[in-house]
């Protein structure tokens, strides 16, 4: 069955690169849309970009640039970038597939919640 | 951005109840809209895609209708396990945004 983990740092200090990775099982990346999405505490989602591979992305221009996200393949894995965070960066991030049209998710990661904080 | 907006932001009911909740959206997007389920502390649910089509393993007691600006999710009798916030997403055209959520709470 399809699984999502995200791993990385719960503390990022601000003005820091947030860096968090999704390790995918029980499907290839390099086929359907891999997203991230976000949830400051107690607020609703916020779609921040994909890939598609080999290396298509879409980014949501709220962010101003500051995001990107990577794929390794032969790892199953893909890689969100965020530079420059401050505290309004604090949420719970999830790492999510979409079907090969994109856009609703049908698998999701249990989630990882990021502090940005000194 | 395609704005979506949900109503009611909070909906009060009780086991057995049928339930509605609206999504509109600021411009046309077809048919490119899911519905999602959140519970506390957990990631969101996929329960309805293309507007209307009911994710495998959803009960059949949750439907979804709609296109163009206006879509709706309809719960048929609301059971325990149904009392969550739900959101909407659209696919039409990017960046794919939310709504901002419907709790439905016990009355």
């Known amino acids: 069955q399809v699984h999502l983990q995200e791993s990385g740092p719960g503390l990022v200090k601000p003005s820091g690169t947030l860096s968090l990775t999704c390790t995918v099982s029980?499907?290839?990346?390099?086929?359907?849309?891999w997203n991230w999405v976000r949830q400051p505490p107690g607020q609703g989602l916020e779609w921040m970009g994909f890939i598609l591979n080999p290396g298509k992305t879409n980014y949501n221009p709220s962010l101003k640039g500051r995001v990107s996200i990577s794929a390794d393949t032969s790892k199953n894995q893909f890689t969100l970038n965020l530079t420059s965070v401050t505290a309004a960066d604090t949420a719970v991030y999830y790492c999510?597939?979409?079907?090969?049209?994109?856009?609703?998710?049908?698998?999701w990661g249990q989630g990882i919640l990021v502090t940005v904080s000194s | 951005d395609v704005q979506l907006t949900q109503s009611p932001t909070t909906l009060s009911a009780s086991v057995g109840d049928r339930v509605t909740i609206t999504c509109r959206a600021s411009q046309g997007i077809n048919a490119w809209l899911a519905w999602y389920q959140q519970k506390p502390g957990r990631a969101p649910k996929l329960l309805i895609y293309?507007?209307?089509l009911l994710e495998s393993g959803v009960p059949s007691g949750f439907s979804g209708s709609g296109s163009g600006t206006e879509f709706t999710l309809t719960i048929s009798s609301l059971q325990p396990d149904d009392f969550a916030t739900y959101y909407c997403q659209q696919y039409n055209e990017y960046p794919w945004t939310f709504g901002q959520g419907t709790k439905v709470e016990i009355k």
């Open positions: 029980g499907v290839s990346i390099t086929s359907y849309y």
């Open positions: 293309m507007a209307s």
């Open positions: 999510a597939k979409s079907r090969a049209y994109g856009g609703d998710s049908d698998y």
